[in-house]
Structures are given as structure tokens and as C-alpha cells.
């Protein structure tokens, strides 16, 4: 066990001094590290604009999810020959780095801060994950950053639908725990008035009197 482990230590200090090598020689400051770089910047700027100060705890919750689901796939594929990327942001993580921490966090985490309502924002993911399965990697794939053996944009498509859909069902259970548990611990006397105020029927009414 002990000579089997050492030689895993060897394979794997030659596996980074390899990814070391491509990187230096033939990705940093290329056209394509380049686009990952500027597409991360440009993920960060629209997230900063388009998501709600109000909204920051929710969106923060449901980006830590989509990242987990992400960032473990994106292991599990690369370490089964799924799919790899020859150009990387970075040399040392084998992974996606721009994509599994902010393109596909960041997307996903403004689509659902945008869209409340489970109709609208399943057609938002749908056409979010069409878009990066059909359109994204196949260009990936073109400029040399990306390579897939047993990997293809179906599996691709249905993985975000399934990290979008499970992400929002959790992050919203918990909103809705923590929005019940508030109003337990309310006082009785500002419940009622909260309940009052946010009364579809009595907004009605108040709108009413006011013509």
C-alpha cells in the first residue's frame, strides 16, 4: 500500500507540473484566457447591478448551492474522463474555475432573484441552459478550452435544471421557516396590524376610499 501511494504522488506531482507547463506555454495571455477572464468581470458586474441589496442574504444562500452542486459535478466528471479542459484561468484546479464560481453561480442566482414565480423563472433556466449546452460548450469546445468524451449538451441541459430546481425548492423552504418562525415570535398586537396592512382585501379598500 505504501509503494502504491507513493507512486499516486508521483503521477500526481507530474499530472501539476503538466498542467503547469500548458499553462504557461501555450493559455496565460492568450485570446482565450483572456474571454475567461473578461467573462468572470463581467459576471461580477452584473450581479453587483442586478441583484437586490434586500435580496443579498437569499441570493448569497442559493449561489453557495448552485456552486456546490456545480463545482462537486464538475469533479466527479473530470476524475471519471467525462469531459476536460486543456485552457484554465488557473493551472493548479483541474476544474472549470470561471464557471463553476461565477458564470454559472452568478447566472443562475440572478434568474432566481428576478423570477419569483416558479413559471417564469423554469423559462428563464430553460433558456439559460439551453444556451450554455447547445451554444456555450460547443464554442468552448471550438477554441480548444474544452474536450468531451462521455459528456454531451443533453447531460449538460438536464444538470442545470436539476441544480436550478433543487437549489430554489431548498432556499425557499427555508425562507418561508424563517419568515414563519418571525411571525411567531411577533408580538400579538403587531402581527395583527402586519396582517392588517398586508391584507390584499384591505389594500383594496384603502385604494378605494383614497378615489
Request: charged share 20%.
Amino acid at each position: 500500500m505504501e509503494e502504491l501511494g507513493k507512486r499516486i504522488d508521483q503521477l500526481s506531482n507530474k499530472l501539476t507540473n503538466m498542467r503547469w507547463e500548458i499553462w504557461t506555454k501555450y493559455t496565460l495571455f492568450t485570446w482565450q484566457w483572456w474571454m475567461l477572464v473578461l467573462a468572470c468581470a463581467g459576471m461580477v458586474v452584473l450581479f453587483v447591478v442586478l441583484v437586490r441589496r434586500g435580496n443579498l442574504l437569499k441570493s448569497f444562500a442559493f449561489l453557495g448551492m448552485i456552486y456546490l452542486f456545480n463545482k462537486n459535478l464538475d469533479d466527479v466528471a473530470t476524475a471519471m474522463n467525462w469531459y476536460d479542459y486543456r485552457m484554465q484561468l488557473e493551472p493548479i484546479i483541474p476544474t472549470m474555475l470561471p464557471a463553476n464560481l461565477f458564470i454559472i453561480p452568478g447566472a443562475l442566482t440572478i434568474l432566481y432573484e428576478r423570477y419569483s414565480d416558479w413559471k417564469s423563472y423554469s423559462i428563464a433556466i430553460g433558456a439559460f441552459a439551453v444556451l450554455v449546452s447547445y451554444m456555450a460548450l460547443p464554442l468552448m469546445k471550438q477554441v480548444k478550452i474544452y474536450t468531451d468524451n462521455a459528456w454531451n449538451g443533453h447531460w449538460s441541459l438536464l444538470s442545470l435544471v436539476a441544480m436550478a430546481a433543487i437549489s430554489k425548492l431548498v432556499v425557499d423552504w427555508f425562507v418561508r421557516q424563517q419568515s414563519r418562525e418571525s411571525n411567531e415570535h411577533r408580538d400579538p398586537h403587531e402581527r395583527e396590524i402586519h396582517v392588517l396592512y398586508t391584507s390584499p382585501s384591505l389594500f383594496s379598500r384603502r385604494k378605494g376610499s383614497v378615489k
